[in-house]
């Protein structure tokens, strides 16, 4: 079923693509470590007064998705609320460097320092003010990057997803070990074949029809639709938010939650739905977590949600959280 014949579910103040009068918005690129580089919206209130300096954020996209995905509407509310704001394309997605659609979570984590970097080397921003919100996977992400870089003020997540746990276990404990095995074998066996010069493979990511399957269909109604499809340079509508099937197998390797209490005294804010089918990785996270820690519950809100829906997105709590902890 394609999307133009697809009437996508708006509801809620769905608002993807939303812009605002109070801020300016400038593509900009940045250098990580690895001499590599990211690119990013960056958002900048339109009353800031340059001689002094402001708390600053960085906001990750979801998983396979690219910063015109939900980061760069989260970027402008909060710019809307006085935060200087970046929206990351992770590498290897959207206008980022690197071969399409690979995985590579170190990396990932990474393009967050950077963008740290970046807005601690402009004069108007205050180093020490500097937090970051990840969404979806972004939210494994960003806590990654900040275990390791107390750079990172304040953390929040929203709709969390442990892409390490997703891949090797799946929700609910869904996937066996021997079917990890087989995800593993079919990507070494990839491998071999792309090494011989066979196409890419492509695995996981959005379904391209409706299936009946509520997790699925709710995915496609957000990126196989107008609500919020995008098809960046680089990629075609049957690639978009697919992994290559040779690189997604690091994510079994991928532990974000180990050591993520050494965060704490750094202040973490947990946001996910009631309904989300995700809400087992926000919930493990906090659990794990150090004081200060919070988990937030959006009442009635599913996963994809709380990607667009403004009307359920709490900024409020979002703008308080960070104005109360980058202070």
Known sequence: ??????????????????????????????????????????????????NTTHPALVVGHPMGAVKEQSANLYATKMAEQGFVTIAIDLPFWGDSEGARNRVSPDMYAEAFSAAVDYLGTQNYIDRDRIGAIGICGSG????????????????????????????????????????????????????????????LAYTSGTPHEITGNPIGDEFYDYYRTPRGEVIPKGQTR?????????????????YPFMDIETISPRPMLFITGTEAHSREFSEDAYARAAEPKELFWVEGAGHVDLYDRTGLIPFDKLTGFFNGNLD
């Open 140 to 199: 494994s992400f960003v806590i990654s990057a900040a275990r390791i870089d107390p750079r990172i003020r304040a953390v929040a997540t929203v709709s969390m997803y442990d892409m390490g746990q997703a891949n090797r276990h799946g929700l609910n404990k869904s996937v066996s070990l021997e079917d990890r095995k087989a995800a593993i074998a079919e990507a070494a066996q990839q491998r071999w074949a792309e090494a011989e010069g066979a196409p």
């Open 238 to 254: 049957e690639t978009t938010t697919h992994p290559t099937t040779s690189s997604n197998t690091k994510f079994m390797n991928f």
């Open 1 to 50: 079923m394609a999307s133009e014949t697809y009437t996508p579910d708006l509801s809620n103040g769905a608002d993807n693509f939303y812009k605002s009068d109070a801020v300016t918005r400038d593509a900009i690129t940045f250098r990580t470590v690895y001499d590599t580089h990211v690119a990013g919206n960056l958002f900048i209130p339109k009353n800031l007064d340059r």
